[in-house]
Antibody, heavy 120, light 111 residues
Framework: QVQSVQSGAEVKKPGASVKLSCKAS????????MHWVRQAPGQRLEWMGW????????RYSQKFQGRLTITRDTSASTVYMELSSLSSEDTAVYYC?????????????WGRGTPVTVSS | QSALTQPPSASGSPGQSVTISCTGT?????????VSWYQHHPGKAPKLMIY???QRPSGVPDRFSGSKSGNTASLTVSGLQAEDEADYYC???????????FGGGTKVTVL
């Protein structure tokens, strides 16, 4: 079954970092780009950044520059998203979203999301 | 990072049609044919319904169609069915700096 399997829920304290994973199942990760999108409670979906899983090149939203890092391990078929200096505003569900081309800007397969709660 | 504007809600009876608008600017919706639409049932993974303005992925019913005029894109759901009740989000490519912007989402209710 073709799916992206995301890691489990996280609870973090303000100032901490969180690292989430997204594992490709049933498809070859290196053939795609992977984006990260989040949705805070009651808010719209928000694009964070993406990685070309073949080259490892990344691009981040200006909003997250300096505290967002997206990496991949093709041998593990997994993409990682690390967000640092967390605050309560980072409480959200985080999704990985597969991009079949890397230049047509649509997401044909999404993970089910990882809830992240930031609270003291 | 500018966001796209969608109506918060839309509704229709079974069998009717509903159209959702997605308004941006010439820097996103109007500037590129990279508008896509997603259906999201809470607690589930979002699902791609339309890409590149009007293209429908395999497996998506032809009741779903997309279009664009100027800075506004639209998603039309014809022959509404109960399972179409969900949140719908539009996105657009917004250039090399902004990259991707989302709409605020429209909750479609089947009456």
């Amino acid at each position: 079954q073709v799916q992206s399997v995301q890691s489990g829920a996280e609870v973090k304290k303000p100032g901490a970092s969180v690292k989430l994973s997204c594992k490709a199942s049933g498809y070859t990760l290196s053939g795609y780009a992977m984006h990260w999108v989040r949705q805070a409670p009651g808010q719209r979906l928000e694009w964070m950044g993406w990685i070309n899983a073949n080259s490892g090149n990344t691009r981040y939203s200006q909003k997250f520059q300096g505290r967002l890092t997206i990496t991949r391990d093709t041998s593990a078929s997994t993409v990682y998203m690390e967000l640092s200096s967390l605050s309560s505003e980072d409480t959200a569900v985080y999704y990985c979203a597969r991009d079949p081309y890397g230049y047509k800007w649509y997401f044909d397969l999404w993970g089910r999301g990882t809830p992240v709660t930031v609270s003291s | 990072q500018s966001a796209l504007t969608q109506p918060p809600s839309a509704s229709g009876s079974p069998g009717q049609s509903v159209t959702i608008s997605c308004t941006g600017t010439s820097s996103d919706v109007g500037g590129y044919n990279y508008v896509s639409w997603y259906q999201h049932h809470p607690g589930k993974a979002p699902k791609l319904m339309i890409y590149e303005v009007s293209q429908r992925p395999s497996g998506v019913p032809d009741r779903f169609s997309g279009s664009k005029s100027g800075n506004t894109a639209s998603l039309t759901v014809s022959g509404l069915q109960a399972e179409d009740e969900a949140d719908y989000y539009c996105t657009s490519y917004a250039g090399s700096n902004n990259v991707v912007v989302f709409g605020g989402g429209t909750k479609v209710t089947v009456l």
